[in-house]
Each structure stands twice: as C-alpha cells, then as structure tokens.
C-alpha cells in the first residue's frame, strides 16, 4: 500500500520515484528510534511516534534527489535508484556500529519494548479468526483514503495534476513546479518510509 502510494502520488507530477527501497529503509530507522529510545505506555502512542518518524526519515531521504531534480535538473529516477544503495550501506553502518546489542552477531537491534508491538487485528475482531493483519493495515487504509482526497478533491491536487500533465502551462498559470516537485517528493519519501511501519512494529518487533 504506503510504496505503491509513494509512486503514484509521485507519478501525478510526472516524476518516477524508484526509490522506495531506500526511503522504506530510511524510515525502518525512524521506527526503530521511536521504539527503542523512548518508553511508550502504550501500543497506540507509540505507533503515533512512530507515523511521524518513519515518514520524516524517508521525507527526508528523498529531500536531496528532490532538491536535485527541482533545482539542477538531476534526473530523479538516477538519483533515487542511487540513493537505494547509499541507503543499503548507511543502513548497515548504523546498525552494525550502533544497534546491535553487546555480545551479539546477528545484525538487528534489540528487541522494541512489548507496548511499542502492535496488536492483530484478531484480537480487535475475534471475527477475522488467524490472521498476521495487525492494526497497520488499518493505518493503510487511512493513508489510501487520505490520498485520493488530497490527490482529486483539493486545490493542491489540482496543482499537483496540472504540472505533472503539463508543466509549462502550469507554470504560466502560476504554479511554482520546483515547490510542487520538492513537496511531491518529500511526500512521496514520507509514504514509502512509512512501510516500516508494519514489519519493524508488527512482525519482526526489531531493526
């Protein structure tokens, strides 16, 4: 859901972001520093701590390609696709060097606090019976909701539709095409980081 969103939201202004992977990577670390360096109460809380840092962390990974593409030309599907390995190495530096627990090999962090794991959604609606489906999917349906009334009902979608069909005539319209790709890409970066969102709080419980 949150990748094929993040290229469809980007694919409006006629941009191709090929860097899921690394902005999904980027934003596993933000999950993992919301829930191993702060002590949640709660399931609930720290799902929200967690929304907001793996979106900022992958924003934030696609910011340079964005800034690259609005500013210097720099085509955003090489730098995307480039900024996927960078993220593969950074990714293995932090954890490696930083996260993994004293005496340990495996390459992972320890594990999250058991009230920063989200819950299935059998436990919610018995109902569902076994399932793995946990609360983020809920979380996706949201996010899926929140696109097409963003994308199709707002004076920024239609911003976002015109310079991606035509970009010229938006611009003679008024439409500032550097602003519209930067923030179409932060947004895009913020919804594929959110991806970790499910396998780091709901099924591995680790980085």
């Known amino acids: 859901f949150f990748t ?4 469809s939201i980007a694919f ?14 980027l934003g596993g670390l933000g999950v993992a520093c919301a829930c191993l360096f702060i002590p949640w109460p ?10 907001i840092a793996s979106f900022a962390f992958g924003a934030a990974w696609a910011l340079i390609p964005a800034w690259l593409q609005a500013k210097r030309g720099s085509h955003v ?6 900024f996927n390995f960078i993220s593969a190495s950074l ?4 954890i490696v060097s930083h996260l993994i627990p004293d005496g340990e090999q495996s390459p992972a962090s320890r594990v999250f606090a058991e009230s920063a794991w989200l819950p299935k959604l059998n436990s919610i609606l018995p109902v ?5 489906l946990n609360i983020s999917f ?15 009902r707002t004076s920024w979608g239609y911003q976002l539709r015109a310079a991606g069909l035509n970009p010229h005539a938006a611009h003679y319209a008024g439409i500032s095409i550097s ?11 913020g919804l594929a980081g959110l991806a970790a969102v499910n396998p780091c709080m709901g099924s591995t419980h680790y980085l």
């Open 4 to 7: 094929g969103l993040a290229v």
């Open 128 to 132: 569902l019976g076994e399932t793995p």
């Open 91 to 94: 990714m293995n530096y932090v």
């Open 77 to 82: 599907v090489v730098t995307t696709i480039m």
């Open 179 to 189: 602003k519209t790709i930067i923030v179409t890409m932060l947004i895009s970066g």
């Open 12 to 25: 409006q202004a006629s941009l191709f972001n090929i860097g899921g992977e690394g902005q999904a990577n």
């Open 138 to 152: 809920v979380l996706a349906l949201v996010a899926l909701v929140i696109y097409g009334v963003a994308v199709w």
């Open 42 to 51: 709660h399931w609930s809380l720290a799902l929200l701590g967690s929304i």
